[in-house]
């Protein structure tokens, strides 16, 4: 053990010290994860509360889709977006491949799945009567849709916490598409991949593993006061204006 | 859409050719998704089944935790291996360092998690009534754990696909662990990374395309099981 506990001890002091690498890479992180879900959930939500709603012809072939989409693996996202924003690609006017601007695009592009197929889930998990009943005494597709979200919300907010975390921890796609340059498109994950397999400065990549984790538990956290605060559903109709 | 549609018609006869490099990638992907998962399996199950079944102190404490381990990052799992793995430290005995074996056990320690915590999860969503009434019709404990897991089947099948599928798709601990090294113990998915990094793009998309056909493979396993598992039929045996 006393290999493990020196890179330990030689970690400690690197976070503590407030080490300037550390601090931008776990903004860069915090970043990425916050605009990346962003988007998704500004793209997924509609689509995701159109899937649970829906009573369209194709909607379990789209469910089914999405569900599926959630298993894409992130290096492939990584080769095909990187295929488009390389300067003779499709994109490539856009300038944005090997920086954080393709790295936004190719997270949020993995963050989708998980609000398109989650939120759907959620809405079905609803007990049966609800949305019916909603739809009975009138309710229009906006009203339904907010009591949908409303009702939903937890399990939301659960897909956003898991593309949270996706984005934390992800690696193959911000590395392909942002080229894992240090102090710019870097970011913790990707870093400890870098300093053991590049450059070799374990203590480093132990100091930016602990950041890690800890914003992953932050994370955790959150979702489990969450899970643990909602016993049941609540019914709460607001009467129509 | 120029680039795309010329790097996907250079990498498609890659695919055709029987590429040597590229069959023994997939053979070792193959190999490190099927192994990882049947060793987390069988550290696994017990650990599932007695969360779910257990009536010990400190059992919601380990579900938590179960469930909590399923967040963990690869790259954190690969670290904390490749630092007990590297000279001088606590299993350098072992030599496993950027080995195929390193990556094996990597890819279990992810997997695990997979079958802990959703087996548990499935044998809590049976029907309320079916273990208390077998426990109650004299059932030991042998038998309990036999008709959990035949019941909550799908669930663990469920379990065990996921396993299968993130250890197709994962990088993060076998880079760290494995080193990456070409033709040694590249999977799929790294030897996609080391493709796009070399800039060999037709290289990392045949590889690619050969990837999304396993996965698609096993999320047809998963469509056909859902298909299936429609209710779950009590049968107790006499």
Request: aromatic residues 6%; charged residues 10%; proline residues 4%.
């Amino acid at each position: 053990m006393g290999y493990l506990w020196d890179q330990l001890r030689t970690a400690i002091p690197l976070i503590a010290s407030g080490n300037q690498y550390i601090f931008t890479l776990t903004w860069v992180t915090i970043k990425l994860a916050v605009v990346s879900t962003t988007i998704a959930l500004v793209i997924g939500l509609p689509i995701g509360l159109a899937l649970g709603l829906g009573r369209f012809r194709g909607r379990r072939a789209l469910h089914i889709l999405a569900n599926a989409s959630l298993a894409l693996p992130p290096v492939l996202v990584g080769v095909f977006v990187l295929l488009l924003l390389l300067p003779a690609g499709a994109f490539g006017s856009l300038r944005i491949e090997f920086n954080l601007g393709g790295v936004y695009v190719a997270q949020t592009i993995l963050a989708l799945p998980y609000i398109v197929a989650l939120t759907p889930a959620a809405i079905q998990g609803l007990p049966p009567g609800l949305l019916a009943q909603a739809r009975v005494l009138g309710a229009g597709r906006r009203q339904l849709s907010l009591l949908a979200l409303r009702e939903a919300k937890i399990g939301v907010i659960a897909a956003v916490i898991a593309a949270l975390g996706a984005a934390l921890s992800e690696v193959g796609a911000v590395i392909i598409v942002g080229g894992n340059i240090a102090n710019y498109d870097q970011t913790l994950a990707s870093a400890v991949v870098a300093q053991v397999t590049d450059v070799g400065n374990y203590p480093d990549a132990v100091a930016i593993g602990i950041v890690l984790l800890a914003l992953i538990l932050v994370l955790m956290g959150v979702l489990t006061v969450l899970q643990q605060r909602t016993s049941g559903i609540h019914m709460r109709f607001r009467t129509a204006p | 859409m120029r680039l795309l549609w010329e790097e996907l018609r250079a990498a498609v006869p890659l695919i055709f050719h029987g590429n040597p490099y590229l069959l023994s990638i997939i053979w070792f992907t193959i190999q490190v998704a099927v192994i990882a998962t049947v060793c987390a399996a069988v550290i696994g199950l017990p650990i599932g089944l007695a969360i779910g079944l257990g009536r010990f102190r400190g059992r919601r404490v380990l579900q938590l935790l179960a469930n909590a381990s399923l967040g963990l990052p690869p790259v954190i799992v690969g670290l904390f291996l490749f630092e007990l793995f590297v000279p001088h430290s606590l299993l350098a005995s072992l030599r496993l360092q950027e080995t195929r074996k390193a990556v094996f056990v990597a890819q279990t320690i992810l997997a695990l998690p997979y079958i802990v915590a959703l087996t548990a999860a499935a044998i809590q969503g049976l029907p309320p009534g079916l273990l208390d009434q077998a426990r109650a019709l004299g059932a030991g404990r042998r038998q309990l754990c036999t008709l959990a897991l035949r019941e909550a089947r799908i669930g663990v099948l469920a379990a065990v696909i996921a396993a299968l599928g993130s250890a197709l798709s994962e990088i993060g601990a076998i880079v760290i662990v494995g080193g990456n090294v070409y033709g040694l113990d590249q999977t799929l998915a790294s030897a996609a990374l080391y493709d796009a990094n070399a800039a060999h793009y037709a290289q990392a998309v045949a590889v690619g395309i050969v990837l999304i056909g396993l996965i698609l493979i096993l999320m047809g396993g998963v469509g056909a099981l859902q298909q299936s598992g429609g209710g779950i039929r009590l049968r107790f045996r006499s």
